[in-house]
């Protein structure tokens, strides 16, 4: 098949899945196409079926705005019309979702009916889409899609008490590739992360108020007072500052690597033992699922999707949002007992396995079958 793909190529999650997705894709022999404003983070190999349109967005003393959702509904005429796409699957409802029915309604003219497909993220439903100066046009491009998928029940959930959805949603979990997660520690690094042999604690986000990041910091400071423990900080975003603010109050500062983003996120998960993710809402939590394929436990919350993939009690265990004190205990109780740990190490990478990206994949491919016949 010949496939679309629109999706942030940012390091969000939503852009990671796409990209992974269209990787899994064109490894299998269909034609992927790449409509985006910058090369996707996760697109870092060659591939002959993997295609990549930058998306130009002319500037006009004039715009504001730059009209981007023009530009980028131009762009997929373009690759529509000249590739001769046989679907379009757009990530993240805003603003691809309503481009991709205006690119529809434009190649309809010509005779072409392409069939969108349009996955549901989570901000796109329960933040921003909810907002009442974009939420008639999200409503109205998520119906007039050919087929909806969200990335977990909650997310399900969610969109149709949000907005007047009268499609079916299907659920198409986020997957994740266990083989490139399951990788050996490399012993130098671990020297390097913890010298004394110190247990390493590790958290991943874009460092939005959304995650909570503060949250991590008092989780580590309470692991620190009882357990020699580092923490390593993946990703940023606007919560840094304060974030090492009170790393820096609670003297728990010189145990803190703040890494900023990374693209090798499976060298660090080798080398850490436990994952924390305590956000005020995930309508999945795509690290904490690759920290699982990394044999990691999860101390969560209990938000949006997140007790779909941690398992209180198998995986990981979750607490209630803010509740530091009960994932401080959880952490504690389970990095003293290296016993236990290694229960849980294993019970995570076993339930990753469910979510492999062999195992999904097909799903979406089997959505696609259903819209074109697969060549
Ligand atoms: O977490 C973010 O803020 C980024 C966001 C995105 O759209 O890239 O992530 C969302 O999509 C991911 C992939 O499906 C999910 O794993 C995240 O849980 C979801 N984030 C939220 O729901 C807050």
Redesign the pocket.
Known sequence: MRIGIVC?P????????ATELGKALADKGHHVHFITYQQPVRLNVFNTNIFYHEVHVPTYPLFDYPPYEVALASSMVDVIMNHDLDLLHV??AIPHASAAFMAKQIVRKSGRDIPVIT?L???????VGRDKTYEPVVTFSINESDAITA??QN?RQETYSSFTITKEIDVIY?FVDVSRFSKKPIDAFRKVISPHGEKVLVHA??F?K??RVEDVIKIFAAVRKQIPAKLLMIGDGPERPGCETLARRLKVHDDIRFLGKQEQMEEIFAVSDLFLLP???????????EAMAAHMPVISSNA???PEINIDGVTGYLADVGDTATMSKYAIKLLSDDELLNTFKQQAFDNACKYDIHNIVPQYEELYSRFCTME
């Open positions: 942030y940012t390091f969000g999650g939503s852009g990671v899945l990530h993240y996955t993220h989570g901000t796109d439903i329960t933040l990335v977990s997310l986020n986000s874009n939005r959304i995650k956000s005020e809402y995930e309508s999945f939590g795509l690290a904490a699922l949006g999707g997140l």
